[in-house]
């Protein structure tokens, strides 16, 4: 295969999304006479993957599992690079659509996102015949990306800038991008929020292709491996915040990183999309721990009088400040 056909993004892109006059290499059709096809070289790469890892992906070595030559492939697939897109696509085809995407996507206005999202993180918000709330809906989409990465460790490794997106991860993506666009986050912050959280779902998954890539290296599991260096804690006792979080237990039933650096993901998310209604927030609609307008701090509804607008004086200042540069006329706050 000619290096300039392997590197053309035009037939990458054809490969992917299966253009109706896309035809590989002029070869896909005799191919199939001959027992051999893409969706089949796809799966044994597939297989092949999630066995060894990217690092023990080849043409050759997908070539031979399939009883084919190197040069059959090529009439197929381009290269490694298309290969791996073509992987990556039909593995995200796993991925189900969470129930009622549609319907929640296009019955979240605007402004109605910004007074019902504000609770959405605890239950609040999501009244019964609505669709999820926006935090639900991108946890949902978070916790399939691990799912699948979990069955297929090698896709953390197949991420980046300039792999190309087929129909299932672009469709992936959208899911997660709505799920987001209507809580009043600028569009900038709408990609960022989605980006962030799809880093951490693959940075999560890195570790296990770390951890499989170490056994397959050693032959001895991570348990087998720590379990042999016991001198190493010995050692641990001269520091104190160990030997006490030791004693009490901290390590013995560790959280769930994943679910733990989830949680607190969205917990920032949902600070900033408060932080961002805030403003179109009046008192009388606040709620008994509406955050602070200018940090998102919890701030709880006094027994009587005006509700605090600001956690602290030092917020307040703040606010007034930024009122002030701004031309803002001056206002009384609640305290």
Request: proline fraction near 5%; glycine fraction near 12%.
């Amino acid at each position: 295969m000619a290096r300039s056909e392997a590197e053309d993004p035009r037939r990458g892109m054809d490969l992917l999304w299966r253009d109706a006059d896309a035809d590989p290499g002029g070869g896909t059709r005799r191919g199939a006479r001959q027992g051999l096809d893409l969706d089949r070289i796809v799966r044994a790469a597939v297989e092949l993957a999630d066995a060894e890892g990217l690092a023990g992906l080849s043409m050759r070595k997908v070539a031979d599992r399939l009883g084919f030559t190197t040069m059959s492939l090529y009439r197929h697939v381009p290269g490694r690079d298309q290969l791996v897109d073509l992987m990556r696509d039909a593995v995200l085809a796993e991925l189900a659509e969470p129930p009622g995407t549609h319907d929640e996507g296009r019955g979240e206005e605007r402004g109605e996102e910004h007074r019902e999202g504000h609770g959405e993180g605890r239950g609040e918000g999501r009244g019964e015949g609505r669709g999820r709330g926006w935090r639900e809906r991108l946890e949902a989409s978070a916790r399939q990306g691990w799912e699948i990465r979990r069955r297929h460790p090698w896709l953390a490794e197949a991420r980046g800038v300039r792999h190309l997106p087929g129909p299932n991860a672009v469709a992936h993506y959208e899911r997660m991008l709505a799920a987001v666009a209507g809580t009043g986050l600028s569009p900038s912050e709408v990609l960022a929020v989605v980006n962030l959280v799809g880093r951490f779902v693959d940075a999560e998954a890195l570790q296990l292709v770390e951890a499989a890539e170490a056994e397959r290296r050693s032959g001895v599991s991570d348990e087998e491996w720590w379990g042999a260096r016991q001198a190493l804690f010995e050692r641990f006792e001269r520091y104190p915040t160990i030997t006490r979080l030791w004693e009490e237990g901290g390590y013995d039933h560790p959280e769930d990183s994943f679910a733990f650096g989830l949680a607190r993901l969205l917990d920032g998310i949902e600070l900033l999309v408060r932080r961002r209604s805030g403003a179109e927030v009046s008192d009388e609609t606040r709620d008994e721990t509406s955050g602070c307008r200018v940090c998102g701090t919890p701030v709880e509804r006094p027994a009587s009088g005006r509700p605090r607008a600001y956690c602290s004086p030092a917020c307040r200042q703040r606010a007034y400040r930024e009122r002030r540069a701004a031309g803002a006329p001056r206002t009384r706050e609640a305290p």
